[in-house]
Nanobody, 129 residues
Framework: QVQLVESGGGLVQPGGSLRLSCAASGRTFSRYAMAWFRQSPGKERDFVAAIVPISVAVGRAYYADSVKGRFAISRDNAENTIYLQMNSLKPEDTAVYYC???????????????????WGQGTQVTVSS
């Protein structure tokens, strides 16, 4: 069982930056595929970024086209935490951001929300002037 707690959301102006954190419980965190999704009101939960376990590769990550070059996902296995560094934020990035985890090492490549078994409660990110 894995419990996930997100933090770091808030209000930021267009062009600004935020860094989200997701703290995970459990001693096997390093073996899990981890990801960020986001959801706006009335829309589906969309893939943002995913990172594979270190048993697969160090630092291998996948990104949605809409965030490539602006967002970066990383993990600190010693701290059981993943991060999402978000730069050059746009109003369309406004959403609730969710952290997700799954024990299947291949899940990170799927980019599908239904593939992840563990979810955090979400943190609101609002990009507005």
């Amino acid at each position: 069982q894995v419990q996930l707690v997100e933090s770091g959301g808030g209000l930021v102006q267009p062009g600004g930056s935020l860094r989200l954190s997701c703290a995970a419980s459990g001693r096997t965190f390093s073996r899990y595929a981890m990801a960020w999704f986001r959801q706006s009101p009335g829309k589906e939960r969309d893939f943002v970024a995913a990172i594979v376990p270190i048993s697969v590769a160090v630092g291998r990550a996948y990104y949605a086209d809409s965030v490539k070059g602006r967002f970066a996902i990383s993990r600190d296995n010693a701290e059981n935490t993943i991060y999402l560094q978000m730069n050059s934020l746009k109003p369309e990035d406004t959403a609730v951001y969710y952290c997700a985890a799954d024990s299947d090492v291949n899940t990170a490549q799927t980019m599908g929300a239904s593939s992840y078994n563990y979810w955090g409660q979400g943190t609101q990110v609002t990009v507005s002037s």
